[in-house]
């Protein structure tokens, strides 16, 4: 008896305890554990006291309370099972076996009047000690209620626990197993101590013990396999290379993912090795983060790597494991992007902000080195996109490319500027001329064409200067190519001194132009087109001049080719078509409506002006005839995206406008022009006339010419006329109107209304 009471001790102790614990815990399950605790320390206290007592009162009292708290200590594992399994059936059944545990609550109450589930029963110790013990009322309903409501109770929860056993996942099933053997244990317990009839009766400790099972089992237990397991799980489910040491140093776990990013080589041993040199370097073992890179399979790859230690509850180093993020895909991709931002995409060589860049970079490193830059060309490429497509202009560009990649030196920095402009600095030693006429002789074999010759050329500044403006040295190395662009003959031109006072004209000359415009210094002069045979005036083509206030009239060849290169042709253009129009509205009032004035469109203009809607809102604007106003397009000018020219005229023709290809002849194409595009007029090159001054088949060419411009119904305007000669000979062949100085040179609108508009025919000057 004794042994019984410390033991009944002990487990209330540890009862008290658990409550206080609980207690302090922040879990939401601490109250209903609390209650648990609290009946199960009634049980075995009631329990100990019951066999205590001297009366049989307090003896039948107490075990009243030790039945009625068993009861409770049931039905409150049944709760705590079903909050754990969160199984919302497990409500109503808690509720139920709630309800009969009170009816029985209510009979053993009574007990104590009505002993209709036992009574006391008195017995002498062998030391003269009196006990009380208990004899149940087997035949009595509130007995058997009491009995059965027992064992419904560890049924329900034991057949609980074993479902949940069977249906959870393995890593979890081991906890559930240990509850229901805990269960069985205490169930056979407590029928061998009955059925042996024991001295004193335990089952009020094993009620306890089941108690602190269930809940230990079920909220608290983690065994060390489920905690390797789950860390194994983790780390296998990561992208990341996990790499675990124990204290020693030694590896202990490596997930799946360190052999894609490792290779054949990520083992423990390499790992152990590359820890121990880590660890010898860095001295104290702490949190670090850092980037690196390793050779995996003959490729690089590069990491984030994150170091960390492993600290147990008192903050006792137990192990340490290091984290591998390949980065190798992002870090590929900013390179590819970097790349591309400072490469050309078609050529796979520097683009012109790249290029700049290292010029001034390799400038600065070696200011004591002679160098060049040398730029190259390729005349009229436009051209060759028109004639024979994209694909072929974008050959000739790659062949350019990778002949400055095959042949330039280790010193020789490279790159494509824009369109068919490249550029090459190197030493000046470096540079043989000669070399660039096979350059050329290596892209004309991509173009195979009697219709197009193709050449480039090649401008060389030579750097005296480095502080000066990557920009401003390249175009210098072409404006050397400029003053050879129409040559055939000539592939090299070098930059000069006196290319750089026409640079600096030039430079001024845009400087002007914005003052010069609204100033009114542009001027609108008039050269008269006469009609073959009777010599009539029948209008005029517009041509610009500049009135400057300090240099006089200076002549469209010195600013035009100026103002096209720097994009202003497009405003100066503009003002001349208004000029035109507002010219044929004083005409039309003054009753003169039969005279035209044909106005030039630059090939800038298609890419800079809506040329449709700009002419057709300025001759609604003037109120005048579209009629008599020709617009004249140079045969380049429609090389370009011809398609696209096509569909523009077609609208202007349809509008009312005529029509006229200029300089026919310079062109690369002219029969090809014709064949595609309708127009109206057709004006002779006055450098393809000048042929006709020398020999016989030249003659036949001109006859030839005229006579298709006549099958296709086309008005032949001869300009550069300078002879009765020339005139004699036109008129025999057909042409229809002349242009020259042998009639009238460009003369100021004033000048030629008072010379044409009262006498319409002309003479010769």
Known sequence: MAAFLVLSCLTAAVLAGGILWVNKQKSPKRRPISLLFAAAFVTVVCNALAVNVHTEWAASFFYVLYYIAGDWILVLILFLTGVSLKKNRSRTTFLWCSFLCLIDTVFLLSNLKFHQVFHCVESVLPNGRVRYGV???????????????????????????????????????????????????????????????????????????????????????????????VLSLLIEDTQQGIVCFDKDGRCIQLNSAYASLFGERGTKEYFEQYFEEWRRQRGELREEFWR???????????????????????????????????????????????????????????????????VEVKLKEEPEVQRVMVCIDVKDFSVVNSLFGEKTGNQILQRIAGLMRRDASENTIYGRLESDHFAMCMREEDFVEADYAEYLEDLKRIVHSSVYRMHAHVGVYRIIDSSINISVMCDRAFAAIESIKDSYQH??????????????????????????????????????????????????????????????MISPGSFIPVFERSGQITRLDNFMWEMACKQLRVWKDQGIEDLHISVNISPRDFYLVD??????????????????????????????????????????????????????????????????????????DMGFLRKTTHGKRSKTIMNAVIEMSKNLGLTVVTEGVETQEQVDYLTWAGCDIFQGYYFSKPIPVKQFEAKYLTNRYAGSV
């Not at 005048?624 to 995206?641: F, H, Q, R, S, Y």
Request: hydrophobic share 45%; charged share 25%; with cysteine.
């Open 491 to 552: 592939i090299v031109a070098y930059y000069t001194e006196d290319m750089g006072k026409t640079e600096q004209r030039e430079k001024v000359m845009i400087g002007e132009f914005d003052r010069a415009l609204a100033a009114g210094e542009f001027q609108m002069f008039l050269q008269p087109q006469i009609s073959v045979g009777d010599y009539r005036v029948l209008g005029a083509e517009a041509l610009v001049r500049w009135e400057h206030p300090v240099r006089g």
């Open 292 to 358: 690196e890179a390793h050779e995996v399979d003959g490729e690089m790859h590069y990491y984030d790597v994150h170091f960390n230690i492993l600290q147990d509850d008192k903050g006792s180093f137990v192990g340490s494991f290091f984290s591998f993020t390949d980065r190798t895909e992002s870090v590929m991709e900013y390179e590819q992007k970097r790349y591309e931002a400072s490469h050309d995409e078609l050529t796979d060589i520097y683009n012109r902000k790249r290029f700049f860049q290292e």
């Open 135 to 229: 004899q149940f009322e087997i035949t009595h309903y509130a007995f058997v209620l009491h009995i059965l409501l027992r064992c419904v109770l560890l049924f329900i929860i034991l057949l609980t626990y074993i479902r949940q056993m069977f249906a959870t996942i393995a890593l979890y099933r081991g906890r559930y197993l240990r509850i229901v053997w805990s269960v069985l244990a205490i169930i056979v317990i407590s029928s061998l101590g009955r059925i042996f009839a024991l001295p004193m009766d335990i089952t009020s400790i094993l009620y306890a013990v089941l108690a602190i099972l269930c809940v230990y089992f079920s909220y608290f237990y983690i065994s060390r396999g489920i905690v390797a397991k």
């Open 611 to 684: 040329i449709y809607n700009t002419f057709t809102s300025l001759v609604e604007l003037y109120g005048i005839d579209p009629g008599n106003l020709k617009l004249e397009i140079t045969e380049t000018a429609l090389m370009e995206e011809i398609s696209k020219q096509f569909s523009l005229l077609e609208k202007l023709r349809k509008y009312g406008f005529q029509v006229e290809i200029d300089d026919f002849g310079s062109g690369y194409s002219s029969l090809n022009t014709l064949q595609d595009i309708e127009v109206d007029v057709l004006k002779l």
